[in-house]
């Protein structure tokens, strides 16, 4: 039976006949792989995905996690299903193999992890959490850091999470207010509270090892003065068992419209909860050197970016895969011209009005999918490319495809998620369908790792004007190799070329325009318009090149592959010239806008 949480053959399309991930084994740090290993762990993958994962992602959001102001209550087939897929070795799927990892390239260990959040994203974010806490320490964490927490992390014993948002701050980690004093012993005392922390308690796993943005008394102000922690939530014995309960106290849950099954969290550390014989604070363990926490955070930052824009991208593409079931098996209705009203009812994705919905819904989620595992080949080629300059343009790409692969995906793989509602009709709406659920759940994704409007900032306010725009320079040269190539191909291929082009100077003239207003605030107020424009230029681009790697090649799903491209060019990439003659205005409507007149 044809799966309905993804499409393997679009993965083997994307993975095989487009990125070559096998051209990677040639490398040392894959050199113990093949296609064979690669397609390997993909088809475990779906296995216990669909297995063990899926069949409780509906009672996981009906029967959410519960406090009863002692413990956290999880239904237990969410502690089942992440056993199995720890044991599996899916945890250290991209890890090195000196510390229990499998050492495959990114780009496939992000094809496999979509298997999961398709599948369940509650039950799977525990799983995300630890492996972007993990990979920060291998990254920045000192040998006893990763011996006495990553490689529990990679076992399964231990899950991880992220501290970063307070009550008070939100995204403004500026003014983060918890504070870590030093102990005689060489540790730190914490105490604060924070916020939003995904996975922050329950018992699924013998330990949580808390990653905590914190001030050291003294340090300068705002984000230069952020340090990062290890707060375990138990204190582990230098031979590695489990000793007291740090003071690390969940306050509460939060319940949010989506993502039900994972904990969501507001813990308070060193208030006194726990250790009571003890010196007061959570016993902290510094990351690095003091005042550098940001720029290590960044490392699980960056990872989780891609991570919810993968995330957001499964949900769509399932609810796409849902809708398409359905209309192709729901028969109401007859042809528009059809007059005879006893002729059989035809499926509705006979509509043409259907088709243009499930057409859109394949060109958001299967772009997206390629933007997401093309980000995860950059990662790869940043780590291991041959030489030093395609590592380092490597890097600079992904920096500049970053904030767009994480709300791009979150802006219009949700938008899929609405139209597969639509083609379900009063359906849609209902609990004994699959899709408002999914809905609900991508709805968070807009906001996970930050809104629209912070990564609008990053993208025009940092990385098109870091290194005098060589990022920039760098996106548009990347793009005009594939549009080169185009120029070769049938006429519509080559014409869909020149509108890309065309849209890629336009993305240049309206940059420069911006900047060369001389006003930071003006050229920065529809940052997030700037933003969604770029991301569809991008994705267009992401299109153009499955065209190519479609072409000359027969077969319903080739074709499907170009119709999609199609629609894209012609229904979606002409939606950016009214967004760029906006920003090249240097309109002024929401600045002007006085607040008391809302």
């Known amino acids: 039976m044809t799966s309905l949480l993804l499409s393997r053959r679009d ?64 239904i237990p087939e969410v502690e089942e299903a992440l056993k199995i897929f720890a044991d599996a070795g899916l945890i250290g799927g991209g890890m090195d193999h000196e510390v229990g990892g499998m050492q495959l390239p990114s780009v496939v260990a992000n094809a496999c992890f979509a298997w999961f959040q398709a599948a369940n994203v509650g ?92 001030r050291i008394p003294g340090g300068p102000p705002g984000v230069k003065g952020l340090s990062l922690f290890i707060v375990p939530k138990v204190l582990v014995g230098a031979d590695g068992t489990l000793g007291e309960r740090n003071d690390v106290a969940l306050a509460g849950l939060n319940h949010k419209m989506g993502y039900r099954g994972t904990t969501n969290t507001l813990l308070n550390f060193g208030e006194g909860a726990f250790r009571p014989g003890g010196a ?188 005098g725009g060589a990022g920039l320079r760098l996106l548009i040269d990347t793009v005009s190799m594939t549009t080169a190539r185009a120029a070769a191909g049938d006429d519509e291929v080559a014409g869909f070329g020149r509108q890309l082009d065309a849209s890629v100077d336009r993305v240049a003239a309206v940059t420069q325009r911006l900047w060369e207003s001389g006003d930071a605030e003006t050229a920065l107020a529809n940052a997030s318009v700037y933003l969604e424009a770029v991301g569809h230029v991008v994705v267009a681009w992401m299109w153009l090149e499955q065209m190519l790697a479609a072409a000359g090649r027969s077969g319903a799903f080739y074709e499907g592959k170009r119709r999609a491209g199609q629609y894209f060019f012609r229904y979606e990439l002409p939606r950016t010239e009214a967004q760029f003659a906006l920003l090249e205005s240097l309109d002024r409507t929401t600045l002007d806008m006085p607040a008391d007149c809302f």
């Not at 957001?312 to 005879?340: E, F, N």
Request: aromatic residues 8%.
């Open 11 to 74: 993965l083997d399309f994307l993975l095989h006949e487009w990125l070559d991930v096998e051209s990677m084994t040639a490398r040392p740090r894959f050199a113990d792989h093949s296609r064979e290993t690669f397609d390997a762990v993909l088809d475990l993958s779906e296995t216990i995905a669909t297995r063990h994962f899926a069949p409780h992602n509906k009672k996981n959001d009906t029967q959410e996690p519960r406090f009863d102001g002692e413990r956290v209550h999880i």
């Open 123 to 214: 039950t799977a974010a525990y799983s995300f959490l630890t492996i972007g806490n993990a990979n920060l320490l291998l990254a920045h964490g000192t040998p006893g850091q990763i011996d006495t927490y990553v490689r529990p992390m990679v076992e399964g014993r231990f899950s991880g999470t992220m501290c970063l948002s307070e009550p008070q701050a939100g995204s403004s980690l500026a003014d983060v207010r918890t504070r870590a004093e030093p102990a005689d012993d060489g540790t730190y005392r914490l105490f604060g509270n924070k916020m939003w922390i995904s996975g922050g308690d329950h018992e699924l796993t013998e330990n949580i090892v808390h990653l905590v943005l914190a």
């Open 280 to 467: 007061p604070g959570a016993v902290g363990f510094l990351v690095g050197e003091p005042h550098r926490g940001l720029s290590y955070m960044f490392h699980m930052m960056n990872e989780a970016r891609i991570g919810v824009g993968l995330g957001a991208t499964a949900l769509g593409y399932t609810g796409y895969l849902h809708a398409l079931d359905y209309a192709r098996t729901r028969p109401q209705g007859r042809p528009l011209m059809a007059k005879d009203a006893t002729t059989p009812q035809i499926p509705i994705v006979g509509h043409p009005d259907v088709r243009r919905m499930l057409l859109a819904q394949k060109s958001y989620v299967e772009g997206a999918l390629a933007l997401i595992l093309y980000c995860g080949r950059l990662l790869d080629d940043e780590r291991t490319a041959p030489t030093a300059d395609e590592r380092a343009s490597a890097g600079l790409l992904l920096d500049m495809l970053t904030p767009i692969a994480k709300s791009w995906p979150s802006q219009w793989c949700l938008e899929a998620n609405n139209l597969a509602i639509q083609v379900h009709g009063g359906y849609g709406y209902t609990r004994e369908y699959n899709v408002e659920q999914f809905y609900r759940d991508n709805r968070l994704n807009p906001i996970h790792e930050g809104t629209h409007g912070v990564h609008g900032l990053d993208l025009l306010g940092r990385k098109v004007v870091m290194d």
